[in-house]
């Protein structure tokens, strides 16, 4: 389990990564929203019944429903090791030369 320093530098390197991740995945998914739903799941620190409760396939997409979960097994220490954080794993806008 992340501690609450953990998560609150989490929480900061996703704001501050937001405004450079690209908007839509190239299936036209909406990556800012999953950025949004993460820092949300963070901030509240949301349960996996909470997040299937709230972000049902219904009312959001499939997308946004398992940026929460990815979320919440950050926090549960359950999160892949090839990224350090939620942060690194957005795409970014490439840089214009």
């Given at each position: 389990?992340?501690?609450?320093?953990?998560?609150?530098?989490?929480?900061?390197?996703?704001?501050?990564?937001?405004?450079?991740?690209?908007?839509?995945?190239?299936?036209?998914?909406?990556?800012?929203?999953?950025?949004?739903?993460?820092?949300?799941?963070?901030?509240?620190?949301m349960?996996?019944?909470?997040?299937?409760?709230?972000?049902?396939?219904?009312?959001?997409?499939?997308?946004?429903?398992?940026?929460?979960?990815?979320a919440?097994?950050?926090?549960?220490?359950?999160?892949?090791?090839?990224?350090?954080?939620?942060?690194?794993?957005?795409?970014?806008?490439?840089?214009?030369?």
């Amino acid at each position: 389990m992340k501690t609450k320093e953990q998560i609150t530098k989490e929480i900061e390197a996703l704001k501050t990564v937001r405004p450079k991740v690209r908007p839509m995945s190239m299936f036209g998914d909406d990556n800012l929203g999953g950025v949004d739903v993460q820092v949300e799941v963070l901030v509240t620190g949301m349960d996996d019944e909470y997040i299937y409760d709230r972000y049902d396939r219904t009312s959001f997409s499939e997308y946004i429903l398992d940026a929460a979960l990815q979320a919440r097994r950050w926090i549960d220490d359950e999160e892949d090791d090839d990224c350090e954080g939620l942060a690194c794993g957005w795409p970014l806008k490439e840089k214009k030369i």
